[in-house]
């Protein structure tokens, strides 16, 4: 779909999948236009379906360019975060509360998934950058 830009995946169970929306607002435009779309193909659709908002994802930039081997060394103790080079350019920084993944990259700039909603994100991003401000990155 072109306005919002959206795509959605519909599953033989009924279920869909909309991705690619970029603001919160649009969800709902999104859905009624797919909704349209369907029942102009004959496709029978519920009027008000059940929405929920399973991930969000962000990028956020830190400014400046990090060395993730230093940044590993100093958080080599912390089971949240992990960096494999061989296998993934990026350190993945988990944190439980809320639950928020962090994807690092040398660059310093970062995408951020798994919130449900801005409030977690923004105090997901809260949390890293206390914890890297911690070790001096920052």
Known sequence: MQDPKAVALIFSSGRIVLTGVT???HIDV?????LDMLKKSGITCMD?????VKNIVCTY????ECNLVR???ALMDHEWVEYEPESFPGL???I??????????SSGKTVVTGGTNMEDIRKGVGIFTQKLGSIGVL
Do not use: Q
Request: proline share 6%; charged share 15%; net charge positive.
């Open 96 to 105: 439980t509360d809320p639950k928020i993944v962090f994807l690092l990259f």
């Open 48 to 52: 008000t379906p059940s929405v929920s």
């Open 71 to 73: 940044i590993m060394a």
């Open 23 to 25: 603001r919160h607002e």
């Open 30 to 34: 999104s859905l009624h236009n797919l």
């Open 92 to 94: 993945v920084c988990r």
């Open 61 to 64: 930039n830190l400014g400046n």
